[in-house]
């Protein structure tokens, strides 16, 4: 649905100002705040204005997050026109996917992580896919009454935090391979004053999980791994009777530490009931229109399981 929304400098200074910052060095995205706030409108503003005040309240620190926004974008873009004539990721190990990125601390942190977060924003997908979490997830662990959860992968915290804005009385963890997504999620989760509800411990989640969720979450770690279905049946083993799951992946999404190519959701829904789980609820989205028919787009797909 289209919306008439305007972001101003009074109503939203700091997306105001972040839309300058693009329209002054990072042209290829200056339509990127506009378009959202046209599509998603105040209830998109107010969240995004509130993430930039709350995590890059000073001017050099939101000029440096866009910085590793758009960088990220480019890698993302160059990727994925190789992707569109290839229909295949570059061969590449977990090792070295490991290495390249989550043990890249400057990597992570100034690229990565910020351009992970902004994209939730600023990709109609990633956002849409926020809004899915809200009414599939949150909201039956509202009226569940449900006060724990535990996250995998947990990157940059935003999942983690919304549960915690939303569900006042939850405590959570997260769980994550890179020191440097530990140290970006706890000093976000503690921004947000959190701290005291939400820890993330450091652990390869491939080797070992978690004893018992009953409310577990993990966006776009799938497409990561060598073996998504040994991956996916330890999550199962680690769901309490009765819990649910929040379970995404990108599809046909190039970007450095994509290594499992899923083309479909029904791909993934696949691998989900291979590992014992149960569709309760599916979401699919699209980055942007193919630019010629046939291209393929990035998607995201995520699904509540049982
Ligand atoms: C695309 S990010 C996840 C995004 C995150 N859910 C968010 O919303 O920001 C992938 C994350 O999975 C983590 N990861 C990759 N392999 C992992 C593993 N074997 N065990 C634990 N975490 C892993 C990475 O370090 C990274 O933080």
Same mark, same amino acid.
Not at 184 to 192: D, G, V
């Given at each position: 649905?289209?919306?008439?929304?305007?972001?101003?400098?009074?109503?939203?200074?700091?997306?105001?100002?972040?839309?300058?910052?693009?329209?002054?060095?990072?042209?290829?995205?200056?339509?990127?705040?506009?378009?959202?706030?046209?599509?998603?409108?105040?209830?998109?503003?107010?969240?995004? &204005? &509130? *993430?930039?005040?709350? $995590?890059?309240?000073?001017?050099?620190?939101? %000029?440096?997050?866009?910085?590793?926004?758009?960088?990220?974008?480019?890698?993302?873009?160059?990727?994925?026109?190789?992707?569109?004539?290839?229909?295949?990721?570059? /061969?590449?190990?977990?090792?070295?996917?490991?290495?390249?990125?989550?043990?890249?601390?400057?990597?992570?942190?100034?690229?990565? =992580?910020?351009?992970? $977060?902004?994209?939730?924003?600023?990709?109609?997908?990633?956002?849409?896919?926020?809004?899915?979490?809200?009414?599939?997830?949150?909201?039956?662990?509202? %009226? %569940?009454?449900?006060?724990?959860?535990?996250?995998?992968?947990?990157?940059?915290?935003?999942?983690?935090?919304?549960?915690?804005?939303?569900?006042?009385? @939850?405590?959570?963890?997260?769980?994550?391979?890179?020191?440097?997504?530990?140290?970006?999620?706890?000093?976000? =989760?503690? /921004?947000?004053?959190?701290?005291?509800?939400?820890?993330?411990?450091?652990?390869?989640?491939?080797?070992?999980?978690?004893?018992?969720?009953?409310? $577990?979450?993990?966006?776009?770690?799938?497409?990561? =791994? &060598?073996?998504?279905?040994?991956?996916?049946? *330890?999550?199962?083993? *680690? =769901?309490?009777?009765?819990?649910?799951?929040?379970?995404?992946?990108?599809?046909? %999404?190039?970007?450095?530490?994509?290594?499992?190519?899923?083309? *479909?959701?029904?791909?993934?829904?696949?691998?989900?009931?291979?590992?014992?789980?149960?569709?309760?609820?599916?979401?699919?989205? @699209?980055?942007?229109?193919?630019?010629?028919?046939?291209?393929?787009?990035?998607?995201?797909?995520?699904?509540?399981?049982?």
């Amino acid at each position: 649905m289209t919306q008439t929304f305007e972001i101003t400098a009074q109503g939203h200074p700091r997306l105001s100002r972040m839309r300058g910052i693009f329209a002054e060095q990072y042209r290829f995205s200056r339509d990127l705040v506009d378009r959202a706030a046209m599509a998603f409108g105040k209830p998109w503003a107010d969240e995004a &204005e &509130e *993430t930039l005040q709350v $995590l890059f309240s000073d001017d050099e620190a939101l %000029a440096l997050a866009v910085k590793g926004y758009s960088a990220f974008a480019l890698d993302s873009m160059r990727r994925q026109a190789r992707f569109e004539k290839d229909l295949a990721y570059p /061969a590449k190990t977990y090792e070295e996917a490991a290495r390249e990125v989550y043990f890249n601390d400057d990597h992570m942190m100034g690229v990565y =992580l910020p351009g992970l $977060l902004l994209s939730h924003f600023l990709w109609p997908h990633h956002y849409r896919q926020l809004e899915f979490f809200d009414t599939a997830f949150v909201a039956p662990m509202r %009226a %569940a009454g449900g006060d724990r959860f535990v996250e995998v992968g947990v990157g940059t915290g935003l999942y983690s935090r919304r549960l915690l804005q939303a569900l006042p009385g @939850a405590t959570g963890h997260g769980l994550d391979i890179s020191p440097a997504s530990q140290a970006y999620a706890n000093r976000h =989760l503690s /921004a947000f004053g959190f701290g005291d509800r939400y820890q993330v411990h450091l652990r390869d989640v491939a080797e070992e999980a978690e004893a018992s969720a009953s409310w $577990l979450v993990c966006v776009e770690v799938l497409e990561h =791994l &060598e073996d998504p279905v040994t991956f996916l049946q *330890t999550l199962r083993r *680690t =769901l309490a009777p009765g819990g649910r799951a929040f379970i995404t992946a990108a599809l046909d %999404a190039a970007n450095a530490d994509h290594i499992y190519l899923y083309r *479909t959701s029904e791909q993934v829904q696949a691998h989900l009931e291979a590992a014992g789980f149960a569709l309760e609820q599916a979401f699919l989205g @699209a980055a942007y229109k193919p630019v010629r028919a046939g291209a393929p787009v990035p998607l995201a797909a995520a699904f509540v399981v049982l």
